[in-house]
């Protein structure tokens, strides 16, 4: 039996239609490029070398992985003796990884062999945040006993201790893009002079716990995400607040399709694009929101998980945004038209 | 066949019946030892390191009860162990054991609990980062019901002075009835 051509013809189209499918955004057309699987719970950290070549992810699972970010393949399968893991970072040129967990030691990876390099040690319980200086020689942590510890992560030296208010530790922690300032987040941001050891602000604000942190490429403007709800955008020399953010929506799945609650819950993840003009947030709403930075102006937003984002990274040319969220996946946004 | 040779065979003859012998009585100890252990193991049971039953009752640290996507919705332990919240765990502040409810991204939602320490039994029902609901009662008596959110509060409580009931939003005593505060430890 001879088939007509046109036959042939709509099968080609139907399956392109078909496979193009999951990288679709149904919510508002956006590009979702890639879903990458691994994790067998869900991820709670996500970093991204400086060249962009390679992404690192930890998670609930105990495991670090290490990611082609081009291809997502699976590169190398970290283990510690952590049996959680809450937040990951490349150093500086992604010699090494450093990532913290609920063992109470910050541990640094050779990033090429995957050996536990050192563990760091000294913290009281454990850090649910790490953060690493720009020339990735420094890693801080906060300890529950409401200090910060700062180790050199090139050597088995005792940490340098930044003394908090006792008892009062914090989840967050950010560096600022020249090293100098190292901000702290509690309810309120401690910002700390690192070479003085010193405080030089507070940015008081959040209602509840700040989640995360970032600065801006230029260190000029800090955004912090919170419990609370909210996103505030802070002006770092003038140490004052620019603007806040109520992210509404709360997305879940029902018979006809996701929906979108009209409430507000906790904001877990914030990150500026490589030439400061975008902020990126997520969190409990299981979205994925592009803001202008500078004014706080809603752009877009992304759909497509199905938990809490809990963390973002933007590729060295702003092209790319990688999400990480406890539904076990990463999901790769393609921003550029 | 020469007497040489005849006395040879005997001799490797009797050194055979000597192995035979001795390779029976080992064989004979070691099914002893074996079946004694299956009697023992039967009349005793099976020791475990994490669960044992006796008359039909399960005797366990703890129990975990997961989801299709293996995440822990339902634990019951002692002591149970630190929160997870949004996908990292923080200090409880105290040694609880009981049941607790988690949702599908493992987040603690619920607790129904007795403490350590100081013998509160209480029952919390959470956000997805915050507690709001706590119903407790002492050792003593008083039990108290809390709902909070933010700076809105209302406790209802009973004691042996009276009953009370206070609301509050922000700074502001809405009501309370009557005039003196409730006490929660």
Redesign the interface.
Known sequence: MKMPREFFGWIFIMSMAYLSVPFLNAQDGSPQIGIWKGH?????GLDLSQDGTRLVTCG?DGTIRLWDAHTGRTLRVLRSRET?F?AVAFSHTAKFIVATG?KGEISVFDAQSGKTVRELQGLE??S?DLALSPDGRFAAAWS?DGHILIWDIEANAKPCVLAGDPGKWG?SLAWSPDGRILAAGRVSITLWDFKKGTRSGELSGH???I?NMAFSPDGRLLASTG?DKTVRVWEIPAARELYTLRPEGFVHPSTIGPVTEPIL??L?AVSFSPDGKTLATA??DRLVRLWEAETGRFIRSFQGHA??V?ALAFSPDGKTLYSAS?D?TIRVWRLAR | MEDQDVKNILNSIEKLKLRNSRLTRALTASVSVLTLGIIALAVLGVPSKTAFTAGGVLTVRGLVVVDG???ERVRIEAPLPDP?V??????RGGVVSGILLSD???NERSGYVTSDGYPNVFFTLDS???QHVLFITEPQGDPTLRLWD?TSVSTLSAGSDGPGLKLVAGEKTLLEIPARKPAIK
Request: charged content about 25%; glycine content about 16%; cysteine-free.
């Open positions: 067998d719970s869900g991820i709670s609930l959680e809450y609920d319980g454990w649910v529950m989840m209602k509840d716990f989640r419990l819950v906790p877990l969190g409990a938990m809490s809990t406890l076990k | 996507n293996g995440v997870l949004l996908g990292k765990r923080f200090p599908e991204e493992g997805l980062a915050r933010g």
